[in-house]
């Protein structure tokens, strides 16, 4: 069935330094990829998404890249600060009226 | 914009026990969610609806779990007989039309279970 591995599980960086999380998926027909961010006791909430008619995507600090043969996706975090901990989740679905499959979700520590 | 409205945001009950959780999602969203996210685990889908339709409940357990939209708006999801392993956070979401459209999601009701 549908699967969206990610990884790592854990990541602690130090204050100015950057964070990559990677997820891979097994449907080929997955067509979005969200990224969410929770804090403890938070909603998840939307922080960046990529289509899969596009291969990167950039919003300030926060960079997603999408490898649609290798059906991999990346979020890269630039200049990380301490607000920046939290858990972030990779998704993956088929659009319109597919199941949004989430990944196992990586705990990111950033020390000052 | 009012977000996804979740009640109870906490829950403890015992083992055979039922409860329901109330969602009201974000006003002109036709799709709505109830997911299980258990501690350590990412959010797992147990039913999707389009406006008052199921789309997918394939991971809902249907011989304990239920649930309901009425007119297309507010959404119910019980829990009968509860067991332990019920134990977790149950998110509702709410997006325009489906999947590939931004999906917010509410508080949740972290329900626990004796």
């Known amino acids: 069935g549908e699967n969206v591995e990610q990884h790592p599980s854990t990541l602690s960086v130090q204050e100015g330094d950057s964070a990559v999380i990677k997820c891979t998926y097994s449907d080929s027909a997955s067509n979005y990829f969200p990224w969410y961010k929770q804090e403890l006791g938070k909603r998840p909430q939307l922080i960046i998404d990529?289509?899969?008619?596009?291969g990167e995507k950039k919003d300030q600090r926060i960079a997603v890249t999408l490898n649609k043969t290798a059906k991999h996706f990346s979020l890269h975090i630039t200049e990380t600060q301490p607000e920046d901990s939290a858990v972030y989740f990779c998704?993956?679905?088929?659009?319109?009226?597919?199941?949004?499959?989430f990944g196992q979700g990586t705990e990111l520590s950033v020390k000052p | 914009e009012a977000g996804v409205a979740q009640s109870p945001r906490y829950k403890i009950i015992e083992k055979r026990q039922s409860v329901a959780f109330w969602c009201n999602p974000i006003s002109g969203h036709a799709t709505l969610y109830w997911y299980q996210q258990i501690l350590g685990q990412g959010p797992k889908l147990l039913i999707q609806f389009q406006n008052n339709g199921v789309v997918d409940d394939s991971q809902l357990p249907k011989d304990r779990f239920s649930a309901e939209r009425l007119k297309g708006v507010d959404s119910t999801l019980k829990i009968q007989p509860a067991k332990l392993e019920d134990s977790a956070v149950y998110l509702c979401?709410?997006?325009?039309?489906?999947?590939?459209?931004?999906?917010?999601f509410g508080e949740g009701s972290w329900l626990t279970v004796v």
């Open positions: 998704a993956a679905s088929k659009g319109q009226g597919g199941k949004l499959i």
């Open positions: 990529i289509r899969s008619n596009v």
């Open positions: 979401a709410s997006s325009l039309e489906g999947v590939g459209n931004t999906i917010y």
